[in-house]
């Protein structure tokens, strides 16, 4: 297979970052990322209704890339104090930002409490106990969502699927109801909506469907009990292709069947999306270092590895890989691996290159979400450089973020 299959990122363009950043590097299109934010709400525009998008800041938190999303329209979802800073640095009016997350410190509650932040996601009682506490501290009633667990099964990896039964996240739904039953016990909230987020890379809109008429159910039993249930936030999770021939959630059909029912039960809906709006925009670009076979099997062993992208090693999560500037020869299969010490480091088994030479440039593709964002320092490696590509034909290249030096890691 040869480069490009992401057309946006032109082999010039990447060629260029890796010379002037060295590698590996991480390089995004802000065009792309644009147009996958105009192509989902444009979806609901089509359908005759609008949705609110919070992108979820975990997909990738580079500042650039926020302020990017965030002068397209976009809200943000985030899991922790240090996202929530990402995000109001980024120049997201706190109005617009939703504290979610199994597991939030009281110094982070408290933190999102004095930047009045629109929404907390609240997962437990124990949690709407300590947030009212807090608030009440404070004199505030801060405006909360309870996240509920609703039983359903994504058909996703295992890792990626939250909304089943026995998963850690939410609330399930007896529980949710006992709280909003008991709602004057807890003074400083205000539960104003529901939030459920299925899974991840979900690729069948009935997933989307049924938990959405599970959601909506619940909100007329917690509107008889006299809760004011305006919103229902549907988390995110839509599925895109990593490969050639792999299927996308299907966003126009999404967007007509949850139209259709939150207009029929009068809420506002509101999305979380983090890979929709970047998995695709950008690619890795990682140098060659050797070549050899041994025990029957190729390989190209490069200088990115499952530190800056754990996404294969984790969740056998296949990219795309190929050679920037193909060679001329027969293609063979190589075993794509990294210089950490674990066996469990590849970016790819069975990799279809043409030949390969020490100092040549390999691209793995679609990593704009939760690539850089997984990113770890194992083995004391610095995270590698990230570069924005912008301007009329994504001629402009500008560092979005330098290479960490190891001083930074001592
Ligand atoms: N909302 C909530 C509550 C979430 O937990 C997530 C993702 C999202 C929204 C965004 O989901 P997305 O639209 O990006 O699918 N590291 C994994 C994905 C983990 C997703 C965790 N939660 C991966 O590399 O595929």
């Known amino acids: 297979?040869?480069?490009?299959?992401?057309?946006?990122?032109?082999?010039?363009?990447?060629?260029?970052?890796?010379t002037?950043?060295?590698?590996?590097?991480?390089?995004?299109?802000?065009?792309?990322?644009?147009?996958?934010?105009?192509?989902?709400?444009?979806?609901?525009?089509?359908?005759?209704?609008?949705?609110?998008?919070?992108?979820?800041?975990?997909?990738?938190?580079?500042?650039?890339?926020?302020?990017l999303l965030c002068a397209g329209?976009?809200?943000?979802?985030?899991?922790?104090?240090?996202?929530?800073?990402?995000?109001?640095?980024?120049?997201?009016?706190?109005?617009?930002?939703?504290?979610?997350?199994?597991?939030?410190?009281?110094?982070?509650?408290v933190a999102a409490l004095d930047a009045h932040i629109g929404w907390i996601n609240v997962e437990s009682a124990q949690e709407l106990r300590v947030l009212s506490d807090l608030a009440s501290a404070r004199s505030v009633c801060q405006r909360v969502a309870l996240r509920i667990n609703p039983g359903v099964d994504?058909?996703?990896?295992?890792?990626?699927?939250?909304?089943?039964?026995?998963?850690?996240?939410?609330?399930?739904?007896?529980?949710?109801?006992a709280l909003v039953a008991a709602r004057m016990q807890f003074p400083g909230v205000s539960i104003e909506g529901l939030h459920v987020h299925?899974?991840?890379?979900?690729?069948?809109?009935?997933?989307?469907?049924?938990?959405?008429?599970?959601?909506?159910?619940?909100?007329?039993?917690?509107?008889?009990?006299?809760?004011?249930?305006?919103?229902?936030?549907?988390g995110g999770g839509f599925g895109v292709p990593y490969l050639p021939g792999q299927p996308s959630a299907d966003i126009d059909g999404i967007a007509r069947t949850l139209v259709g029912i939150a207009r029929d039960a009068n809420v506002r809906l509101k999305f979380e999306p983090g890979r929709y709006f970047v998995a695709d925009a950008a690619a890795l670009v990682t140098r060659v270092l050797f070549t050899k076979e041994s025990g029957g099997k190729r390989f190209a062993i490069i200088d990115a590895a499952m530190n800056d992208l754990i996404r294969p090693a984790l969740y056998g999560a296949v990219h795309h890989i190929a050679a920037l500037a193909?060679?001329?020869?027969?293609?063979?299969?190589?075993?794509?691996?990294?210089?950490?010490?674990?066996?469990?480091d590849f970016l790819g088994h069975d990799v279809a290159?043409?030949?390969?030479?020490?100092?040549?440039?390999?691209?793995?593709?679609?990593?704009?979400?939760?690539?850089?964002?997984?990113?770890?320092?194992?083995?004391?490696?610095?995270?590698?450089?990230?570069?924005?590509?912008?301007?009329?034909?994504?001629?402009?290249?500008?560092?979005?973020?330098?290479?960490?030096?190891l001083e930074d890691l001592l």
């Open 154 to 177: 994504p058909h996703t990896h295992a890792y990626l699927a939250t909304g089943k039964a026995a998963s850690k996240f939410g609330l399930p739904t007896d529980e949710a109801l």
């Open 1 to 18: 297979m040869s480069y490009p299959q992401q057309e946006w990122l032109p082999a010039a363009a990447l060629s260029a970052a890796a």
């Open 73 to 109: 329209g976009a809200g943000f979802d985030v899991v922790s104090g240090g996202e929530m800073l990402a995000a109001l640095r980024a120049g997201a009016a706190p109005a617009d930002i939703v504290f979610a997350g199994v597991g939030k410190r009281d110094d982070e509650l």
């Open 326 to 344: 193909p060679r001329n020869g027969a293609a063979a299969l190589h075993e794509v691996v990294g210089p950490v010490c674990e066996s469990g």
């Open 20 to 67: 002037a950043h060295g590698t590996p590097c991480y390089v995004y299109s802000a065009d792309r990322i644009s147009a996958n934010q105009r192509r989902l709400s444009d979806a609901f525009t089509r359908a005759g209704g609008v949705a609110e998008f919070h992108y979820a800041v975990k997909a990738n938190s580079n500042l650039e890339i926020l302020r």
């Open 353 to 405: 290159l043409p030949p390969v030479q020490r100092g040549d440039l390999l691209v793995v593709g679609h990593v704009g979400a939760y690539g850089r964002s997984m990113a770890s320092n194992y083995n004391l490696r610095p995270r590698a450089a990230e570069v924005l590509l912008e301007g009329a034909g994504s001629t402009g290249m500008r560092l979005i973020r330098p290479r960490e030096s």
């Open 198 to 234: 299925n899974g991840s890379t979900i690729t069948d809109t009935a997933v989307f469907a049924d938990s959405a008429r599970i959601m909506l159910a619940l909100v007329a039993r917690c509107r008889a009990l006299g809760a004011p249930i305006e919103h229902l936030d549907m």
